[in-house]
RNA sequence: GCCCCCAUCGUCUAGUGGCCUAGGACACCACCCUUUCAAGGUGGCGACGCGGAUUCGAACUCCGCUGGGGGCACCA
């Protein structure tokens, strides 16, 4: 795909550093790397930092970070470099300064002297009326001794980009087709502020230009901004605007806009609760995306070769952590022990194991993995084979410790002392050997000594637990359970 | 108030006039497997918002309604 200049393809993501990267954000930059990346184009990451107000300490490192995590690295951008530079929105005030001037005197753009007191009024005053509470113009076309009053007053001017009143504005979108916006409800907006620091509408517009971006993708609540800011780019001197695609919102388990309060919403959170890069990337791309009506399961490398915008719903999508979940699961288990170990391992570590043996994790990888959905559930997975220290759940030994499930455990500890070599296949016929001849049920027998290896009456597989345990601890926790259960 | 977008199972979606008694996935239920829990397998529950129109024929086209969402800042 080329753009109307024959060019390839640039996307840009270009969040605001004003927390941490949200997951409806990292699914707009998903979709813009995933284009870019589609067409062999040019993935940007660029800072909008113009809300100073809002802007947090280390706020673009952290998105950046976030990014890297997901895998969706800038070719071009901040933290990367690039001819286009600076990518922060805040280190080009000059060139905003000067592009505003230059709009000013072609009457593209006028000082405007109202303060945010007397808009703030007059917005309430038309609303009331039932007008409409957009910029009413009245700076437009002020006489000089209006405004060398003003002037005198010792006010400071901000900036408004001139837009038609009349006439109609079409936009066209990848994802929504055409849309018509009749232009009398537009309003004159602020470009530049009194203090010299751009807003959105106008620094979005010129950097695109400036970084000859060929395809904005973006979040559709920007889509009502889009016929104004097709207006800037037409003054700024583009042959041709972007193409736009708006993709849809997403939603939290309410219907509204996904919120702190219904959950994890960071992605940073997500990767501190356990959850894969790759199973997030698969959800994220599964929402409001399809490839079929059946393929479910991708890596970024491979959505990378068959996303496409035009696959893109309209609707708004409701995140659904369940799902999430499950994906993760799925995730989980494709990875290979080596991988599985290497990835639990920080989580096994801040819960308590700090030493934790990874030979043995390594070992008990293939046990675990597939029944855990979240990295931080593998602690407790295999806590037992770390820590000696087991205490005994009291109701599961009330249970199951009756008088045969003791009897069964007082036999079994003498008969697995003669076991030779200590392997799972050993340990398994031996038990079932005394299962048998007690005429016990596998439960009833077995969960005396998973109670009495584990601690708990949910483990990983009991023969295959002991012997990764070994011969000596699997004893003495027999040994233990008999003298002390509970 | 005005402008814009959207509308298929609870959720994410497939579906572009006949292949639809609407397919898949998550969740849920049952069964199978089974040393617990999982994983896996099989089956089940479950949707085209409503009303018109066009057509031999509409989930798919058009209109209206209803419902949801977004926007109307010196936030992005």
């Not at 753009?3 to 393809?9: F, I």
């Not at 043996?357 to 037992?384: C, I, K, N, W, Y």
Request: proline share 7%; with cysteine.
């Amino acid at each position: 795909m080329s753009d109307a200049n024959g060019g390839t393809v640039r996307t840009r993501f270009a969040p605001s550093p004003t927390g941490w990267l949200h997951v409806g954000t990292a699914r707009t930059a998903l979709f813009s790397y995933l284009h870019a990346r589609r067409h062999g184009g040019t993935f940007v990451l660029r800072i909008e930092d113009t809300d100073v107000e809002r802007n947090v300490e280390r706020g673009a490192e952290g998105i950046a970070d976030a990014l890297g995590w997901l895998g969706l690295r800038a070719d071009e951008g901040y933290g990367v470099g690039g001819p286009h530079g600076p990518y922060v929105q805040t280190e080009r005030l000059d060139r905003y300064h000067t592009s505003v001037a230059s709009l000013i005197e072609r009457g593209l753009a006028y000082r405007c002297w109202c303060t945010p007191e007397e808009l703030a009024e007059r917005r309430k005053a038309a609303q009331a009326a039932g007008r409409p509470p957009g910029y009413d113009g009245r700076c437009r076309d002020l006489p000089d001794a209006q405004i060398r009053a003003y002037q005198a007053e010792g006010r400071v001017p901000a900036v408004r980009f001139r837009l038609p009143d009349e006439g109609e504005t079409v936009v066209t979108d990848l994802i929504r087709g055409t849309v018509r916006f009749d232009n009398a409800t537009l309003t004159d907006f602020v470009a530049l502020r009194p203090n010299g620091i751009p807003t959105y509408l106008f620094a979005a517009v010129f950097d695109d230009v400036d970084m000859g971006i060929t395809d904005v993708i973006r979040g559709e609540d920007l889509f009502p901004a889009t016929p104004s800011q097709l207006h800037v780019f037409r003054a700024l001197g583009r042959e041709a605007p972007p193409r736009f695609a708006h993709l849809p919102l997403l939603v939290g388990p309410d219907g509204r806009k996904l919120s702190k309060r219904l959950g994890a919403v960071a992605v940073e959170e997500f990767r501190a609760q356990g959850y894969l890069p790759e199973a997030l990337v698969n959800y994220l791309a599964l929402l409001g995306w399809a490839l079929d009506d059946h393929t479910e399961h991708f890596t970024l490398a491979e959505l990378e070769r068959v996303f496409e915008l035009e696959r893109v719903s309209r609707n708004p999508a409701q995140f659904d952590p369940r799902k999430l979940e499950a994906l993760n699961g799925w995730h989980l288990r494709e990875l290979s022990a080596d991988d599985f170990t290497a990835r639990s391992l920080e989580f096994v570590r801040r819960a308590g194991y700090p030493d934790a043996d990874q030979d043995l994790l390594r070992r008990a990888a293939p046990l675990v993995s597939e029944r855990v959905t979240r990295l931080d559930q593998v602690p407790g997975m295999v806590g037992f084979l770390l820590d000696d220290e087991v205490e005994l759940d009291p109701d599961a030994a009330a249970k199951v410790l009756d008088a045969e499930g003791r009897a069964f455990l007082d036999a079994a500890t003498k008969l697995l002392q003669a076991v030779e070599p200590w392997t799972a296949e050993a340990i398994e016929t031996t038990l079932r050997a005394l299962q048998a001849e007690r005429g016990l049920k596998p439960k009833k027998a077995f969960q005396p000594i998973r109670l009495a290896i584990t601690g708990t009456l949910v483990s990983p597989p009991l023969f295959e637990s002991m012997e990764l345990l070994g011969k000596p601890r699997s004893l003495a926790r027999l040994e233990r359970a008999r003298v002390h259960p509970g």
